[in-house]
C-alpha cells in the first residue's frame, strides 16, 4: 500500500489535488478532519483543553469554540506548543488508525495523507512519497483575499505563520504548481497518479 503525504500552505490548491486523487481512486485522510473528530464533544482531547486553556474556549453545545481557541494561541509559541501536545499525539494515533483500515479493505490501495502541517509535525514519518502543492505566497495572498473574504493584512498573518516554502520544497519528492489554471493542476495530478500507479 503505497502512502503519500499530500501537503502545501494555506490556500496553495491542496484540497483541489485531494479532491482530484479521490476521483482517480485514492483513500484520502484528512488531518483536518481528524482534528476535528478528535475534539469533538466529549472527548479526552477537548476535556483536555478545557482543562488547560479553560472553560471559555468550550461553545455553548459543548463543541470547540476553534476560532476563540485560535486567538488565544495564535502568535504565541508556548501556548501554541501546549495546544500542539496535547492535540498531535491523538492525530498521530487516529491517523494511523485510518492507514491501517485502508490497507486491512484493499491492500493495494493508494492512500493520501492531506496534511497541512507536515514539515511542523510528521515528516520524519515512513512516507513512499510527500507531494507538495505549491503557489508563490503572493498568490495564495491574493486568494485568501478574493475567494476567502480575508483582508491583505490577515492573509499574510497567516501565511507567515506557517513554515516557509523553501521548507516545503525541501522535503518535497513531487511539486505540483498551482499557479496557474484549475485543469493545469488537474493535468498534473493525473500525471503524479499515472507514475503512482506505475512505481
Keep these: 500500500m503505497p502512502l503519500i503525504a499530500l501537503t502545501g500552505g494555506i490556500a496553495s490548491g491542496k484540497s483541489t489535488i485531494a479532491r482530484r486523487l479521490a476521483e482517480l481512486g485514492a483513500v484520502i485522510v484528512d488531518a483536518d478532519q481528524i482534528v476535528r473528530d478528535v475534539q469533538s464533544p466529549g472527548s479526552p482531547v477537548l476535556t483536555r ?3 488547560t486553556f479553560g472553560a471559555e474556549v468550550i461553545a455553548e453545545d459543548g ?3 476553534r476560532a476563540g481557541l485560535g486567538a488565544r494561541v495564535f502568535g504565541d509559541e508556548e501556548l501554541l506548543a501546549r495546544l500542539n501536545a496535547i492535540v498531535h499525539p491523538a492525530v498521530r494515533a487516529e491517523s494511523q488508525r485510518r492507514f491501517a483500515e485502508a490497507a486491512a ?7 493520501v495523507y492531506d496534511v497541512p502541517l507536515l514539515v511542523e509535525a510528521r515528516v520524519e514519518d515512513p512516507w513512499d512519497l510527500i507531494v507538495v502543492a ?3 505566497a503572493d498568490v495564495r495572498r491574493r486568494r485568501l483575499v478574493e475567494i476567502r473574504g480575508m483582508s491583505a493584512e490577515a492573509a ?7 513554515v516557509s516554502d523553501d521548507r516545503r520544497l525541501a ?6 504548481d498551482t499557479s496557474g489554471a484549475l485543469d493545469e493542476t488537474v493535468a498534473q495530478t493525473d500525471a503524479l497518479w499515472e507514475r503512482i500507479r506505475r512505481r
Design 63 to 65: 463543541s470547540l469554540d
Design 171 to 176: 522535503i518535497a519528492d513531487e511539486v505540483i
Design 49 to 51: 483543553i478545557a482543562e
Design 105 to 111: 479493505a484493499d491492500s493495494e490501495t493508494v492512500v
Design 134 to 136: 505549491h503557489a508563490p
Design 156 to 162: 499574510q498573518a497567516r501565511i507567515d505563520a506557517q
